[in-house]
C-alpha cells in the first residue's frame, strides 16, 4: 500500500497519475481542513472543494466530478473510502480546492 500527502490549492491539484501499464484501486482519500476552529465564528477558516476521477486524456469536467463544492468547516476531515476506485493508465484523481487554501489530502492506494 502507498499514499500521497498533498496541499490542495485553488486550482487543479493532482494527487495522482497512474504511470505507464499500471492499474490503482484507490482505498481511501482523505482531506482535512487544517484551520485551527474558532467557536466564537465557526465560519472562519471554512473552505470547500471538488474532487474529480479523470480519464486519462480527458480534461477536469463536470462529467468526471464526484463531489462538488463539498463545504469542509475549520478543523474537520472529510472521509471518502466507501466505495473503491481502480484506475487504468494516465487516469488521475484531481482535487480543486476555494479561497482561503488550507485544505491538505491523503490518498491511499493499491497497485493492482
Known sequence: MAIVNVAIA???????TVPANTRYA???IMVCNAWT??????AEGQTSFDMHFVK???PRSNTNIVIKSLVLPA??????DSEKVILETG????????APANLSATLS???V
Request: aromatic content about 8%; overall charge negative.
Open 26 to 28: 484507490i482505498t481511501t
Open 75 to 80: 478543523g474537520e476531515t472529510f472521509t471518502f
Open 56 to 58: 486519462s486524456g480527458d
Open 109 to 111: 492506494y493499491l497497485e
Open 91 to 98: 487516469d488521475k484523481v484531481v482535487l480543486v480546492g476555494v
Open 37 to 42: 476552529p474558532n467557536p466564537a465564528d465557526p
Open 10 to 16: 485553488n486550482t487543479d491539484t493532482t494527487l495522482v
